[in-house]
T-cell receptor, first 109, second 115 residues
Framework: GQNIDQPTEMTATEGAIVQINCTYQ??????LFWYQQHAGEAPTFLSY??LDGLEEKGRFSSFLSRSKGYSYLLLKELQMKDSASYLC??????????WGAGTKLIIKP | GAVVSQHPSWVICKSGTSVKIECRSL??????MFWYRQFPKQSLMLMAT?????????EQGVEKDKFLINHASLTLSTLTVTSAHPEDSSFYIC???????????FGQGTRLTVV
């Protein structure tokens, strides 16, 4: 079966750095996405990785290792507004998105 | 990024009535639109995929006659929840794809409450 695993909840301190991990087992691979979702809102796109390595975009970076079926989202200089759920999703061989359950990130002052 | 407008943002309806949710791509043509449902504290669940001018492809377990999807043009898709029941209360989100891999944009979502 297809499976995406990410931690249910994480807590971090304002100004710090946090890494949210995602492991996956899917039928084929056509890229991995990270989305941010605030409570009651639709997800917003953060990053897309299809090749191994680190993609940096401002305070957010995303890493992918296809051989390990592993990705992480790195958030630096955390702000209170970063409190949200972070969803990992993998596009499989049929170009369908398989979603993780999301990681709820709580930022404390 | 491109803009996808979903309307209404929230709706409360009586049990047994029907509700229509619209999803529009405002500045691009969406070859494919996806409809998702999300229950509290759960992941997004794909309900159906629709291509302009053809019948939607529903995921297993999703009732076609209950969740009517129409994709009449390259910029508009609608989801109608027919004979709504309290268990249909959920957050419904549409996503429009441009056709380029990795490029899909979400609407704002519609929170449906059936009383």
């Amino acid at each position: 079966g297809q499976n995406i695993d990410q931690p249910t909840e994480m807590t971090a301190t304002e100004g710090a750095i946090v890494q949210i991990n995602c492991t996956y087992q899917t039928s084929g691979f056509n890229g991995l996405f990270w989305y941010q979702q605030h409570a009651g809102e639709a997800p917003t796109f953060l990053s897309y990785n299809v090749l191994d390595g680190l993609e940096e975009k401002g305070r957010f970076s995303s890493f992918l290792s296809r051989s390990k079926g592993y990705s992480y989202l790195l958030l630096k200089e955390l702000q209170m507004k970063d409190s949200a759920s972070y969803l990992c999703a993998v596009m499989d061989s049929n170009y369908q998105l398989i979603w993780g359950a999301g990681t709820k990130l709580i930022i404390k002052p | 990024g491109a803009v996808v407008s979903q309307h209404p943002s929230w709706v409360i309806c009586k049990s047994g009535t029907s509700v229509k949710i619209e999803c529009r791509s405002l500045d691009f043509q969406a070859t494919t639109m996806f409809w998702y449902r999300q229950f509290p504290k759960q992941s997004l669940m794909l309900m159906a995929t629709s291509n302009e001018g053809s019948k939607a492809t529903y995921e297993q377990g999703v009732e076609k006659d209950k969740f009517l999807i129409n994709h009449a043009s390259l910029t508009l898709s609608t989801l109608t929840v027919t004979s709504a029941h309290p268990e249909d209360s959920s957050f419904y989100i549409c996503s429009a794809a441009t056709g380029r891999i990795g490029e899909a944009f979400f609407g704002q979502g519609t929170r449906l409450t059936v009383v």
